[in-house]
Structure formats: structure tokens, C-alpha cells
């Protein structure tokens, strides 16, 4: 698709289950950027990447969040023993990196419910 | 420490009236600014945005002006229309030598324009 793609759309899950949410950016972007929204607020920002390498991390809550992004494109977000705080929409956006100035291309977001 | 702010978190305007939205932020590093729009369900969608070494980019009904000195910069919008119902953030980024966009964003302003 032209745009970027996040599955699933919505996820509820138990506290303490693992949960795994997927991005496919835009095709040719390199850079990929992911996003915690939680209710009322505006993203904040949890990692990003340039191709594979994960170049900051430093807005991941805990080291219950890992992010990969193993061939360059697709990238998955996984949370470890989810907690009721870990609720929120979590987006992922992308954009190209031939110039530094560049604006993100975001997805809809997949909503996660921690019960 | 929220460093980009949006202080009004709704405005209602009348169809044809001009809507401006407003943005303060606290960080002098931050040298490039965005807008975005976001529908309900939806991700952000890039609308304008302006670099520090100028004061005004406009683009169609839409223009953003900034104010290095007061650390302050707004969005015009005019005409507004009902399709311009949404939330409407605010960003910043700067001062990262990494060759990246780390993007801040603020909590939003929800904008209704009444027909």
C-alpha cells in the first residue's frame, strides 16, 4: 500500500500476556519511528530506526519493551508481561532520510487494552 | 517537563471564520516545526511545517507562523471548514546531531468549525 500499515488494529490482552504489533512503512522509507499515545496526550516517542539498526531507544518505558526491525522494513514493537499502564495507541511512522528535514508519515495506530 | 505545549485544548470557530491555534515551547535546540492533523481513529496526517529560519510558511488555507524570540508559534487556517474538524498537534524537533527527526509533540487542540 502507499501508506503505513500497523496490525493489529486493536488488541486486548490479560495483564502479564506478551503482546506483538506490527509496521510496514512506507516502501523506500529507511527511517521508522515508533510512538506511545496514551489518552488525552500527544505521541511520545519510544525508538527509532535507520534500515535494521536501532539507532535511540531512549523513550522505551521499560526493558519490557523491545522493538525490532530485523531486514529494514517491517518492524515489530513487543511488550513483555503487559501491565494496565501499557494501555494506549501505539503508532509508527516513517519517513525518508535523504534530508534531515522531513516530515513523519504516520499509521493509524493499533489501540492496546490491558485488562 | 512538557516542552511543547498547546495550552487550549479546544476552540470553536464558525464555518468561513479564521481558526489560530497557538504552541509554546521551552527548548531553544528545537529548530524545526510541524503541524499535524489527526481524525478520530486515525494517525496523525502531516499538514505544514516551518524551519527556524523563518518566520511564516503558507500553504493553501494554511499558515504557520513563528516567533523564535517568545518561543511561540501558531497556525492559521482560513477559510476554516467543517473538514477541518480535528485535533490538531503541535511538534518540535532539534539539537540532535544523530541526522534524525526526534520529534516532540504537544497534547493537541481540538478544533470544531460549526457550519
Known amino acids: 500500500g502507499a501508506g503505513v500499515s500497523q496490525s493489529p488494529r486493536y488488541k486486548v490482552a490479560k495483564r502479564g500476556q506478551d503482546v506483538a504489533l506490527r509496521c510496514d512503512p512506507i516502501?523506500?522509507?529507511?527511517?521508522l519511528f515508533w510512538y506511545q499515545q496514551a489518552l488525552g496526550q500527544g505521541p511520545e516517542f519510544l525508538t527509532y530506526?535507520?534500515?535494521?539498526?536501532?539507532?535511540?531507544k531512549s523513550g522505551l518505558p521499560s526493558d519490557r519493551f523491545f522493538a525490532e526491525r530485523p531486514e529494514g522494513s517491517v518492524s515489530t514493537l513487543k511488550i513483555q508481561r503487559t501491565q494496565q499502564e501499557d494501555s494506549a495507541v501505539y503508532l509508527c511512522a516513517s519517513s525518508l532520510v535523504d534530508r534531515l528535514y522531513r516530515p513523519q508519515h504516520f499509521g493509524d495506530g493499533t489501540r492496546l487494552s490491558i485488562l | 517537563d512538557q516542552q511543547v505545549k498547546q495550552n487550549s485544548p479546544s476552540l470553536s470557530v464558525q464555518e468561513g471564520r479564521i481558526s489560530i491555534l497557538n504552541c509554546d515551547y521551552t527548548?531553544?535546540?528545537?529548530?524545526?516545526f510541524l503541524w499535524y492533523k489527526k481524525y478520530p481513529a486515525e494517525g496523525p496526517t502531516f499538514l505544514i511545517s516551518?524551519?527556524?529560519?523563518?518566520d511564516k510558511n503558507e500553504d493553501g488555507r494554511f499558515t504557520v507562523f513563528l516567533n523564535k524570540s517568545a518561543k511561540h508559534l501558531s497556525l492559521h487556517i482560513v477559510p476554516s471548514q467543517p473538514g477541518d474538524s480535528a485535533v490538531y498537534f503541535c511538534?518540535?524537533?532539534?539539537?540532535?546531531?544523530?541526522?534524525?527527526?526526534?520529534?516532540?509533540f504537544g497534547t493537541g487542540t481540538k478544533l470544531q468549525v460549526i457550519p
Open positions: 516551518i524551519s527556524s529560519i523563518k
Open positions: 516502501s523506500g522509507h529507511v527511517s
Open positions: 511538534a518540535a524537533s532539534g539539537g540532535n546531531s544523530g541526522g534524525y527527526q526526534k520529534v516532540t
Open positions: 530506526f535507520q534500515n535494521e539498526a536501532q539507532l535511540d
Open positions: 527548548n531553544s535546540m528545537f529548530d524545526y
